[in-house]
């Protein structure tokens, strides 16, 4: 039984015209994967929500656990994540329909929305 936390997406990384990657990241690799934050709140949005020099959003660290060899930014794609630091209550958020920003620091990179949610010891 797959002890971890963790959650299907569907998930659309922005493309460098808008602000995205230049280079699509490579989700799954030999030396581990991917780990960026998300952030739940509206797709749309594209910059983080900073106060003076703090940022005003809760930043949830995942890892990439499945997803595409290749990710072509705009084409959405399905995806497992691992909920890092599960339980921390602030993952309690995370539903099935709750949409999300991906975030490499306070930078938005790509968005998507939740599928399902795979809790360890939940059938």
């Not at 002890?3 to 799954?28: C, D, K, M, Y």
């Not at 099935?96 to 968005?111: A, K, N």
């Given at each position: 039984?797959?002890q971890?936390?963790?959650i ?5 990384f922005?493309?460098?015209?808008e602000?995205?990657?230049v280079?699509?990241p ?6 581990g994967?991917?780990?960026p ?17 703090e940022?005003?959003e809760t930043h ?23 909920l890092i ?10 539903a ?9 620091g306070?930078r938005?990179v ?14």
């Amino acid at each position: 039984m797959n002890q971890l936390a963790r959650i299907t997406v569907e998930v659309t990384f922005i493309p460098a015209s808008e602000g995205g990657r230049v280079n699509p990241p490579l989700l799954i690799s030999r030396g581990g994967s991917y780990r960026p934050h998300i952030v739940v709140g509206d797709p749309k949005q594209r910059q983080a929500v900073v106060i003076g020099n703090e940022l005003q959003e809760t930043h949830l660290g995942v890892a990439f656990l499945t997803g595409p060899e290749k990710v072509e930014a705009g084409e959405p794609f399905q995806a497992e994540l691992a909920l890092i630091y599960f339980p921390h209550p602030a993952y309690e958020t995370l539903a099935p329909g709750v949409t999300f920003t991906i975030r490499e620091g306070p930078r938005v990179v790509g968005f998507g929305e939740v599928k399902k949610v795979l809790l360890p010891g939940v059938a």
